[in-house]
């Protein structure tokens, strides 16, 4: 009988685990990019990223989730530290909405007189509606509802006797810092705090665990759901390293806060609030207390906090410069040549960035094995840009009209490189939202850009190789000509695609502005790689004319 038990906890476990994850996996893809929009648009400040850290994980039921969302944000430069910290901060608070739904629905309601039918209704939904994605989602949805509900159930009955057979009183050590230090090793071992609240929720339902041991359980699974951020962060760069520590920082605050203050949390929930009959509903408000009031403490500090973060643990960033650190911008003739030569450098950093952050594969015997992987930052090619422009403002203005003239128009390609970048950056998270459709137009579009971005990649290896070449310029008329014509292709196909799929107005909309400032940046890498050909051809005549009357 006690091993039947054990395997229907076990069970019951696994399925509300398989439960939680499947209705987390259902309504991202419900919700398409909307929630990645919230996230990143709406964290202009600590209050809006608290507020978004909040609603996005009560919606997606999963801290983890947002977490490493907003790392992912911060790695790119999307989202400052300050702000990425208050998402996770708001996050923190939002996971305990979870407590909330399995306190009320899965101890007040007989579950079990609907988790069938949940998964039953979702099952044959998937199947007869499989042509549509969101239906197929729906019921995705309904079918883990089912399973949660469930698995809780399982739970529930596999311990329903237990508290009549087990002596807590026997075990070896029972304090607060056991049922703390369990609710870490349980949740960093499921990687769920959910789980673990819900296990938590079920031992004082049955009257296995008294409400202060599964209070402190609840404290340990707030810590313990910090190992997910840490190791999504492993390997990754400075400020998402100092995000995840953030992270673990505010998690053991909160904890700290909630130890020091446990028999006043205690006495406002089990006397004043007057849950010492419901223990379940009395766990669930523990949960959003400490956390609210570790908010409440943390927030005010955040923008020390941040400032002491980044003297503890600074960016270190690679320097990128090859040819301009090295070169006095006295000599008007060598500091020339190596301008040159630094900006057709930081074409092929910003063009290998772009390539990177667009998870375009990379050849074997590229140059970017030069660079290790994260090594070039858009924030490295800034400070890269700015010492471009400082070592052109310090050439000698003791210069020839002509050396001025072609000076400027290597500065322009500069700057167009730039810009270029900056406008691809912004356009990856529109093209990855495309992507993420799957089917239609909006996936064979975003295709599209990444196709035409590796056509660009590799004529921006060409030109870097052998700027030199007497048919590149050439080359690079006939590729320009090959961006307008990808762009009239694009409309036309569009076009074609209205017609027939009957696209909404914004969408068609985003997809008309995203190919123009994809055009446009192409137009501008292509013409400043023009512009550096055309000096490399300026200069290898200049050699010629002086070696003919030499």
Request: aromatic share 10%.
């Amino acid at each position: 009988m006690e091993g039947f038990e054990f395997w229907t906890l076990l069970a019951g476990l696994g399925i509300f685990l398989f439960g939680m994850f499947t209705m987390e996996e259902s309504i991202r893809q419900l919700a398409g990019p909307s929630f990645k929009h919230l996230i990143r648009r709406y964290t202009g400040n600590r209050i809006k990223g608290l507020i978004t850290g909040i609603i996005s994980t009560s919606v997606l039921q999963s801290s983890s989730a947002v977490s490493l969302m907003v790392l992912a944000f911060v790695g790119a430069g999307l989202m400052s530290l300050t702000n990425a910290i208050a998402v996770m901060v708001g996050s923190n608070i939002g996971t305990t909405f979870t407590a909330w739904i399995v306190a009320v629905f899965g101890f007040k309601i007989k579950i079990d007189a609907f988790a069938f039918p949940l998964i039953g209704l979702g099952g044959l939904g998937m199947i007869f509606l499989s042509r549509s994605p969101r239906y197929v989602n729906i019921s995705r949805l309904l079918v883990a509802l089912g399973l949660l509900f469930h698995g809780l159930e399982m739970m529930k009955s596999s311990v329903a006797g237990l508290s009549e057979t087990i002596d807590l009183a026997e075990l070896p050590y029972t304090g607060l810092w056991f049922y703390v230090l369990l609710g870490v090793a349980l949740t960093a071992a499921m990687q769920a705090s959910a789980a673990t609240i819900a296990l938590v929720l079920t031992g004082l339902h049955s009257g296995m665990i008294g409400f202060d041991d599964g209070a402190a359980m609840v404290i340990g699974a707030n810590i313990g759901t910090t190992v997910t951020i840490l190791l999504g962060a492993m390997g990754g760069s400075t400020p998402k390293k100092q995000a995840a520590f953030s992270h673990v920082a505010f998690n053991a605050l909160s904890a700290g806060l909630a130890l020091l203050l446990f028999p006043l949390l205690m006495w406002i929930i089990l006397d004043l609030s007057g849950f010492s009959r419901n223990g379940v509903l009395g766990i669930a408000l523990f949960h959003t207390l400490f956390n609210t009031l570790g908010a409440a403490l943390f927030l005010p500090f955040l923008s020390s906090f941040t400032r002491l973060l980044n003297r503890i643990y600074p960016e270190r960033r690679t320097t990128l410069s090859r040819f301009i650190a090295n070169t006095a911008p006295d000599i008007v003739e060598a500091a020339q040549v190596a301008f040159r030569n630094e900006v057709l450098h930081q074409l092929f950093l910003s063009v290998y960035y772009i390539c990177h952050k667009y998870s375009l594969p990379e050849d074997e015997d590229d140059l970017e094995k030069d660079y290790p992987e994260d090594s070039v930052t858009y924030g490295g090619l800034a400070e890269l840009h700015a010492e471009i422009f400082r070592f052109y403002s310090g050439i000698s203005v003791d210069r020839t009209e002509m050396q001025s003239l072609h000076l400027d128009g290597i500065l322009r390609a500069s700057r167009s490189i730039m810009n270029s970048t900056r406008n691809l950056r912004e356009l990856l998270s529109d093209v990855q939202e495309l992507e993420a459709e799957e089917a239609g137009i909006m996936y064979t579009a975003a295709t599209d850009f990444k196709a035409r971005l590796a056509r660009l990649k590799a004529m921006t290896a060409n030109v870097y190789m052998h700027p030199d070449r007497q048919t590149l310029i050439e080359d690079l008329n006939d590729f320009f000509a090959e961006v307008e014509r990808n762009d009239r292709d694009f409309i036309a196909q569009l076009s074609r695609a209205v017609q027939k799929e009957g696209l909404a107005e914004e969408d068609v909309t985003r997809l008309l502005m995203t190919n123009r400032l994809f055009t446009q940046s192409c137009r501008m890498l292509v013409l400043s790689m023009k512009g550096l050909a055309q000096s490399y051809h300026d200069h290898y005549l200049a050699h010629l004319e002086s070696l003919e009357t030499a």
